[in-house]
């Protein structure tokens, strides 16, 4: 079964809502098998872009398919060593790892395996914020607005809680502390430390709901995870950060983070997934690091 034909069926199975698939992944159904095959555009996009978002498509259409027992992403590698492809090939790594239904085809080359080495080397150190967050917003109706405000619900709403936004999460390599996945642009919107509970939410306002938000929170949960695990360390400078980042770390250095959640905050999704929501929700959930993914409106933080 095709692209095509794998589209007829989800709009079938979803009374027809108007929904397609990403002119920049090809897919494949047989025998239970759903085979996902990237492009070059999606391992060096965005991951919130549609030919990047390879979790968000797998998830959503297992959900929307019960015949589908097992997913298989494939890829070629780029030529030349990128930090958007090794960001790529530690998410493909990290969704295996955390569903025993998902397989993946990892070409054989010398770049793919350097990306491979180092995700479990011990020398990935995450990128930590340098100066405060502005205090408003240039548009007073934009996304990042209505984050500053959620920022001021949560400082009133949990007062013995440590809260902060915009925490990066690009990765450097040891030795010297080069780039090793996109250190801009890449942050989780809103955290919350609550006890031994951090929880990270990734903010989409209105009518913003590209599928890639679950690619993009799944990328972010297994950053934390990994932080809470050792597997990847924190500088000595981040403990000086701002955003109350420090204090994050001081309390991941003493190991006292033990729950993790991650929370979408948007009031819509896509429709692929809004039509089956809690059948994604609990696919998300059956993974390995017992990490909970929950959805929130954008006032019920």
């Known amino acids: 079964m095709n692209t095509n034909e794998i589209l007829e069926i989800l709009r079938q199975s979803l009374s027809n809502r108007r929904i397609d698939l990403p002119r920049d992944m090809d897919f494949s159904l047989s025998c239970g098998t759903l085979d996902i095959l990237m492009t070059a555009e999606g391992l ?30 494939g890829w070629n590698a780029p030529a030349r060593p990128d930090t958007h492809y090794n960001r790529f090939v530690y998410r493909a790594v990290r969704f295996e790892e955390n569903y025993s239904w998902v397989t993946l ?26 100066v405060d967050a502005k205090a408003l917003a240039s548009d007073s109706s934009s996304e990042a607005a209505r984050e500053r405000d959620l920022l001021s619900l949560m400082v009133g709403r949990h007062p013995d809680s440590i809260v902060g936004q915009q925490l990066p999460t690009g990765l450097k390599k040891l030795p010297d502390g080069a780039e090793w996945s996109p250190c801009h642009g890449s942050a989780i919107d809103l955290w919350m430390l609550e006890q031994d509970t951090l929880r990270i939410f990734e903010l989409k306002k209105g009518d ?47 190991k006292g983070i033990k729950r993790l959640e991650a929370i979408f905050l948007s009031d819509t999704m896509h429709t692929l997934c809004s039509a089956q929501e809690e059948r994604v929700l609990s696919l998300l959930n059956e993974n390995s690091r017992n990490i909970l993914y929950r959805r929130h409106g954008t006032d019920t933080i």
């Open 208 to 254: 913003n709901r590209p599928i890639g938000i679950i690619s993009q929170l799944m990328f972010y949960a297994n950053i934390m995870a990994d932080l809470i695990s050792g597997r990847i360390s924190c500088p000595a400078e981040a403990a000086s950060a701002p955003r109350s980042a420090d204090r994050l770390y001081a309390r991941l250095a003493e």
């Open 44 to 73: 060096l996009s965005n991951m919130q872009e549609n030919a990047s978002a390879f979790e968000s498509w797998a998830l959503c259409i297992k959900a929307a398919l019960p015949q589908i027992d097992r997913v298989t992403v």
């Open 105 to 130: 085809r990892i070409p054989d080359d010398s770049i793919t395996a350097a990306a491979l080495a180092d995700i479990d080397s011990n020398t990935l150190i995450l990128n930590h914020p340098v």
